[in-house]
């Protein structure tokens, strides 16, 4: 992940379900707030209703793999927060991945078409 780093302390978490916008889908659930950071952060949740920890780390990974697939279309200086759900584990890829993009750009992070390299 190239402008990317981890979110970690449970403050952040919850300052961003607090006051950050926020958009769902029948895959997860996004969490964004714009920061003055030169680079974006990256929390993702996983809930015990998810299933087992190799089913929540297994939906880990595909967050994780969607957001490295589409970051160079994504704006930096954000602090952002995936919220897996269920459906997360059985959905195929092409719908993730078109989902993931339609709640980037309902946030307002998605770079201008003329501005993605």
């Known amino acids: 992940m190239k402008h ?11 300052r961003l379900y607090r006051k950050g916008k926020s958009a769902v889908s029948p895959y997860f659930a996004v969490y ?4 003055n950071r030169p ?3 990256l929390g993702i949740t996983t809930g015990v209703k998810l299933g087992n920890a190799v089913k929540r780390n297994y939906a880990r990974r595909r967050v994780r ?8 279309q994504l704006l930096p200086g954000y602090d952002i927060v995936v919220v897996a759900r269920t459906r997360l584990l059985h959905g195929c890829y092409a719908d993730l991945d078109r989902s993931f993009l339609q709640l980037m ?3 307002g992070m998605s770079a201008p078409k003329g501005d993605r390299p």
């Not at 990317?4 to 403050?11: A, I, R, Y």
């Not at 964004?32 to 920061?35: E, G, H």
Request: net charge positive; with cysteine; aromatic share 6%.
């Open 4 to 14: 990317t780093v981890s979110l970690k302390q449970n403050h952040e978490f919850r």
């Open 105 to 107: 750009k309902k946030l």
């Open 32 to 35: 964004c707030r714009k920061t």
């Open 39 to 41: 680079v974006s952060r």
């Open 65 to 72: 793999a969607l957001y490295r697939a589409n970051e160079e």
